[in-house]
């Protein structure tokens, strides 16, 4: 085994101490020392009693802090069912998609119009109903979608539109942005 305390000579202490409080973080130090990791940096920083630094302390012409933070993103759509083996060597596949019928493109903020009669409370939902909520769930006219759902998801082919955005136009989306 080598001992890992062989590697902090004085110099690179000092360089280290310097690097610090230049304000390079644990990674960068690292990086510079060479033959080092990130934790090893960070141990000996604490050792030191070097850690009292302000947070946001980073060097001048830093990218990274003339790079604007990334807005957070969506929630992603369901990950794909992977078949498991069974017990019995059976494996089971996962149940395809019904594929989504094109329609005229509809705004995500704008809800079809479903008659209250076809509108289903929670004791009339059944597994192929979409279980899209409808109106405010305090109130005694909350409802569900009702329609027909999609094979495998709990939605029709509208509120899957709404709900579950596909990957190609996230990447579009992001692309877009970055322009």
Known sequence: MIDAGATWTDERVELLKKLWIDGLSASQIAAELGNVTRNAVIGKV???????RAKDAKPAGSAAAARPRKA???PSAPTPIVPQPHNNNVVVA???LQPVIEEPALLPDEDIAIPMSERVTIMD???SMCRWPMGDPTKPEF???GARSITGLPYCTHHARVAYQPVADRKRERKLARA
């Not at 604490?46 to 009292?52: C, N, P, T, V």
């Open 46 to 52: 604490h050792r030191l009693g070097l850690s009292g």
């Open 72 to 74: 957070t993103r969506a």
């Open 94 to 96: 996962p149940i395809s």
């Open 125 to 127: 939902l059944r597994e």
């Open 143 to 145: 409802r569900f979608c």
